[in-house]
């Protein structure tokens, strides 16, 4: 059998071991699957003796990129010729005529790998919609395994799978001896621009005002201890490497949810002998009230924003699932009264339970300053 070079024309009205027929009776299946993959498929593309479907359907297949069109030229005449764009192993589903043109108007019948999802995916994705959707509301019983067994007809490892993946999502939670829930993902707001406005009312902790916006209740753990700077602290002080600092922990919980991690560093030299030396024994919270408190007024505050994988010490201080996988936000801020930095902290949030929003100002526009463009 004549077998064609890749990249060469082949006559899409006849296959190596068939006589030549009308090319409107071909099956578009036949004709992609007798195909040389990736050489190309049909001769000059101009449609006119194809019928309206077969129309459609070769539409179709170019705009689920099953095909493209190709042109050669030879002086001054350009032809376009149709061309797999697929690997064979893809193609060879189409044999039996999955592929025709009703493919346009039911494209759910297209499937690129002819691969059914497998059993514990379909499970997912479909207790997925309903809870994006709203239809299973934050809070809300899953439907039992059992019950997920009987509407599915899975076995027990497939359910448990499914049910283990939408965890690792952040879509539901397991409660010991009562079942799966679907997750509260709701999310704490952190306005960074406005978070420690000294005018705002209320609480002098921006961790309360973020978590009191969001109609939760906050609270926090912390421990503190004087520490000698590192290298790297010491750094973002703009201290000596070895000078006295107060390090203090934290664990942030809104509505008893653990939602934020941070460690804080601050000079002795700045605070210590004063009545705030402990950030959380004082008679005011809050860094920048603090500082206040004893003179020293904070006017700007810078942040470094990155995301990484969660460390193992993150993972269980923060309840994140314990399979890994698991991303957080990390921030690395630092307060300045004047030249001075009096405060830095390393600060670390799950991804899927705060969200950051940044105000930046911009320079005023005057017309006065504006200079002929080159």
């Not at 079942?179 to 705002?200: E, F, I, P, T």
């Not at 002795?268 to 004063?274: L, M, S, Y």
């Not at 269980?316 to 690395?332: C, F, S, Y």
Request: with cysteine; glycine share 6%; charged share 25%.
């Amino acid at each position: 059998m004549d077998v064609p070079q890749r990249g060469h024309h082949r006559d899409f009205t006849r296959n190596a071991n068939s006589p030549a027929r009308n090319p409107s009776s071909t099956p578009l299946s036949t004709i992609i699957t007798t195909a040389d993959p990736f050489g190309v498929l049909a001769g000059p593309h101009t449609g006119a003796s194809w019928s309206d479907d077969r129309v459609r359907a070769f539409s179709c297949l170019r705009q689920t990129k099953v095909i493209a069109l190709t042109s050669r030229c030879e002086e001054s005449k350009c032809t376009n010729y149709a061309r797999v764009a697929m690997a064979p192993s893809l193609l060879r589903p189409w044999e039996h005529g999955r592929l025709d043109a009703n493919t346009c108007t039911n494209p759910e019948r297209l499937s690129m790998t002819n691969k059914e999802p497998p059993n514990y995916q379909r499970v997912v994705d479909d207790l997925r919609s309903r809870i994006l959707s709203g239809e299973l509301a934050p809070g809300e019983k899953l439907p039992t395994e059992k019950e997920l067994q009987q509407r599915w007809g899975y076995s027990t490892t497939i359910v448990k799978h499914a049910l283990t993946l939408l965890r690792s999502e952040g879509l539901i939670e397991g409660r010991r001896g009562s079942g799966n829930y679907v997750r509260d993902r709701s999310q704490l707001v952190r306005r960074a621009h406005s978070r420690d406005m000294r005018k705002r009312l209320g609480s002098t902790s921006p961790f309360a005002r973020d978590s009191e916006a969001a109609g939760r209740q906050p609270t926090w753990e912390s421990e503190s201890e004087k520490i000698p700077a590192t290298p790297h602290i010491a750094e973002r002080l703009g201290i000596r490497p070895g000078d006295t600092v107060m390090h203090t922990r934290y664990r942030y919980l809104a509505n008893d949810d653990p939602i934020q991690l941070a460690d804080s560093y601050e000079p002795i030299a700045v605070t210590g002998g004063t009545q705030v030396e402990h950030p959380e024994q004082g008679p005011i919270i809050g860094v920048v009230a603090r500082m206040d408190f004893i003179g020293v007024a904070i006017d700007r505050f810078t942040e470094e924003v990155t995301t990484r994988p969660a460390t193992p010490a993150e993972i269980t201080a923060l309840d994140l699932d314990q399979r890994g996988g698991r991303w957080v936000i990390a921030i690395e801020r630092t307060y300045y009264a004047g030249p001075t930095a009096v405060e830095t902290a390393d600060i670390v949030f799950p991804g899927d339970r705060y969200r950051l929003v940044y105000e930046i100002p911009i320079d005023p526009w005057s017309p006065e300053e504006v200079t002929d463009l080159p």
